[in-house]
């Protein structure tokens, strides 16, 4: 493997955590917007309590994907920075409002009116924010920078229904009430149909409309990615129905690396299909080792304090004194 | 970008700056057990919170922001100051991981934990702060590579992290955070114990006063000597800029140290001048030249008169924030009460401090104009060619309106409700089974 392959799957593994982590904290903005019935506040409680901890760990994959992305291959970035300018200045906005409603509504939350103002602005974009990423996405598939064709929509819509049902499933194991965790087991069920339907409307149109990137998921990579996810998907179905809800997690993570691994899987060696080659876009060797040689020592600093982070608020049942 | 900027810069400071107010006021509680240190370490920290968050969302837009207006700029140095910001990320990451520690752990942690979760938000907040200050510090100097044809080759980007002014911009950047969150913060204790509008937690608001004073009072003479030594350096390799701070246009011995004046094409007028001052300090003898604008091309001139009125104005305040720091530490070290007028000039120095920043940053990026990086790319070429640029920057200024209106109007409510009444009733956690 050449130095600029392995930049490629830094890049590629920053963007899997992010979809898996930052997915579940925008799923949880959008049950938080959909919150419904009876316990419409507890199920809010709980996600407040679930994403608050490691939103903002989670958030820094994907400047850590952008920053890798510009410094090992520049010309891509640059490209993909004036052509998707539109859909990323779009999720940008969406990012930069969820962020900012969530803390500002946890902090008003005795102010009924600004607290629910930015619990909605909160739940809006936490929508927006994955659907213009996917499009995003699907926009580098078709080769054409096409964010408004039909295929790219839809993988924005396919990445909404992917992170509601990473965060429904996540929600489960989040609280102790039996209630509460029916509500959000009922909400992964759904989700996960969701995402069975979403994802079928991406490849059907790709079938018809991006036939370059339909014949390479067809690759023997690609297949076997997809094939994978999709048993995963069917996994996470009958653990969720089970009662499995940490299996469950385990199932729905792996199932976002396999949709991730089948999307570049279909495009390697292209970086950028039809424009930019992984070999052809990277910088130059030299900056390519000193970036490996910084992760890897910023691996042994943040791989401890991230695993300290999620023993701590993920794995611990309860507080230490009580409040 | 420039608005984004500005915009970022101030919570970024905070960013780096609170932390250590926090973790001083936490300090002095684990250690005396006064409830005041405790209340006020809460209180801190749900500003830091708040700005925290503020800050994160607002660098994204930065980093986006990179890409989406500058893709020229990126396509030309990615390669080369990448791997300050890749590191960048990585203190980034910590200091977000420990954010998460530090403000939901408060029951979830012993005490002293607790406590020491603080360190690593502080020092990866000012490790930050370096680290993209090396960038700025390459588009000064841009070095790390050779131009062969209008083609960048040979690139090192070890090289080009440790560009020449990468220590002393990096530690003029840091100082800066904290001389601003200093005085911020002692600001807001200071117009509380005027207004006499927290009598029922008064020892909480005079402690916050003396931890951020000392702070303040640390940081700016620092600066200072940051600051001298940065104009020195300037002097030596970025006359352009340097000849503009100063508003210097003939090249000359003695030269005269001008503050304010009317900035005019080829001469500077009705400023107040320190004859010989300018040729001292850059190398010690009142008889050394110093580069005038004269001899640098006209396309090469940033903003002259922004340029210069920014560096009288950040100069200026600073002096009069170090002058308050000295007021106060007189008073501090003879126990005595703080008397109304220096609270009411510890009050104005917060607002003061910011001037001081923005200024200071006004000088960096205007004195480098009219390039993006020094000698390699100027601006108006580097920025995108994408449509609908100014739609785009209208929508981003008016969200950081409504940001920071809405950050103001947070942190007013938390500073005015006393700590045991803000305590709410956690939720019931989320047990794992």
């Not at chain 1, 996917?134 to 064709?149: F, L, P």
Request: charged share 15%.
């Amino acid at each position: 493997m050449t130095a600029a392959y392995a930049a490629a799957a830094v890049v590629v593994a920053a963007l899997t955590l992010y979809a898996i982590f930052g997915g579940a904290d925008f799923g949880g903005g959008v049950w938080d917007l959909f919150a419904t019935g009876p316990r419409r506040r507890a199920q809010r409680d709980t996600i407040t309590h679930a994403i608050g901890p490691v939103w903002e760990s989670n958030h820094v994959w994907l400047i850590f994907a952008w920053v890798a992305l510009f410094t090992c291959f520049p010309p891509a970035y640059a490209d993909v920075g004036t052509y998707l300018n539109a859909p990323l200045t779009l999720a940008l906005l969406g990012i930069v409002l969820r962020g900012a409603a969530f803390v500002f509504r946890n902090y008003a939350s005795d102010d009924p009116t600004m607290a629910r103002t930015w619990s909605f602005v909160f739940g809006a974009s936490s929508i927006i924010a994955p659907f213009f990423l996917g499009d995003a996405i699907g926009a580098i598939a078709t080769g054409r920078y096409a964010w408004t064709s039909p295929f790219a929509l839809s993988v924005g819509l396919f990445n909404v229904a992917l992170c509601a049902q990473v965060a429904a499933v996540f929600l489960i194991a989040e609280t102790d009430d039996p209630s509460l965790r029916e509500d959000f087991r009922r909400r992964a069920i759904r989700a996960t149909i969701a995402v069975w339907i979403a994802g079928l409307i991406p490849a059907a149109l790709a079938r018809y409309a991006e036939p370059a990137f339909f014949s390479a998921l067809t690759g023997s990579i690609a297949r076997l990615a997809i094939a994978i996810a999709v048993v995963l998907g069917i996994g996470v179905m009958l653990l969720v129905v089970r009662n499995r809800e940490m299996l469950a997690r385990v199932a729905v993570g792996a199932e976002v690396v396999a949709v991730l691994a089948g999307w570049f899987g279909a495009q390697a060696p292209q970086f950028v299909p039809a424009h930019w080659a992984i070999e052809i876009a990277a910088a130059p060797s030299t900056t390519l080792s000193a970036f490996l040689i910084a992760v890897a020592c910023g691996a042994v600093v943040l791989i401890p304090s991230l695993l300290y982070l999620f023993a701590i608020f993920k794995i611990r049942s309860r507080p230490h004194n009580s409040v | 970008m420039g608005t984004s900027l500005a915009f970022h810069i101030v919570f970024a400071a905070l960013g780096v700056g609170l932390p250590l107010l926090v973790f001083v006021a936490e300090g002095v509680w684990l250690r005396t057990k006064r409830r005041a240190y405790y209340d006020l370490a809460r209180t801190w920290s749900k500003g830091m919170a708040i700005l925290f968050a503020v800050g994160a969302v607002s660098g994204t837009i930065l980093s986006f922001e990179l890409g989406l207006l500058w893709p020229t700029f990126m396509r030309y140095a990615g390669a080369l100051i990448g791997l300050p910001f890749s590191l960048e990320g990585f203190a980034f990451f910590v200091e977000a991981i420990f954010i998460g520690v530090y403000l939901y752990g408060w029951d979830r942690l012993s005490p002293r934990a607790h406590w020491l979760s603080a360190i690593p938000i502080a020092l990866s907040g000012a490790l930050s702060a370096g680290f993209v200050t090396m960038v700025n510090a390459w588009m000064n100097i841009p070095s790390g590579f050779r131009l062969v044809n209008g083609k960048i080759v040979d690139v090192d980007p070890i090289a080009a992290m440790f560009s020449p002014p990468w220590l002393v911009e990096g530690v003029h950047a840091a100082l800066a955070a904290y001389v601003m969150t200093g005085f911020g913060a002692a600001a807001v204790c200071a117009f509380a114990l005027l207004r006499r509008s927290a009598q029922d937690r008064i020892d909480q608001v005079r402690a916050g006063l003396t931890i951020a004073m000392i702070v303040a009072a640390i940081a700016i003479p620092l600066q200072f000597i940051a600051g001298d030594t940065i104009a020195r350096f300037d002097a030596e390799h970025e006359p352009a800029k340097f000849a503009s701070l100063e508003a210097l246009w003939k090249t000359q011995r003695h030269a005269p140290i001008t503050i304010g004046g009317i900035v005019g094409r080829g001469e500077t007028r009705y400023g107040i001048e320190i004859p010989g001052a300018l040729s001292w300090l850059v190398s010690f003898d009142p008889n050394s030249e110093v580069t005038g604008l004269d001899r640098i091309a006209p396309t090469g001139y940033p903003p002259i008169a922004t340029v210069h009125y920014s560096f009288d104005t950040m100069v200026g305040s600073a002096t009069l924030l170090l002058l308050v720091a000295f007021a106060w530490f007189v008073f501090a070290l003879r126990k005595r009460d703080l008397p109304r007028r220096l609270l009411a000039a510890i009050a104005f120095s917060g607002p003061l401090s910011l001037v001081t920043l923005e200024a200071g940053w006004f000088v960096t990026e205007f004195g480098r104009q009219p390039w993006i990086a020094r000698g390699l790319l100027r601006t108006g070429d580097a920025a995108t060619i994408a449509p609908g640029i100014a739609v785009q920057l209208y929508v981003f200024s008016c969200v950081y309106v409504i940001l920071a209106a809405t950050c103001w109007w947070l942190l007013r409510r938390v500073g005015r409700k006393p700590q045991a009444a803000a305590r709410k009733p956690l939720a019931p956690k989320a047990a794992t089974p």
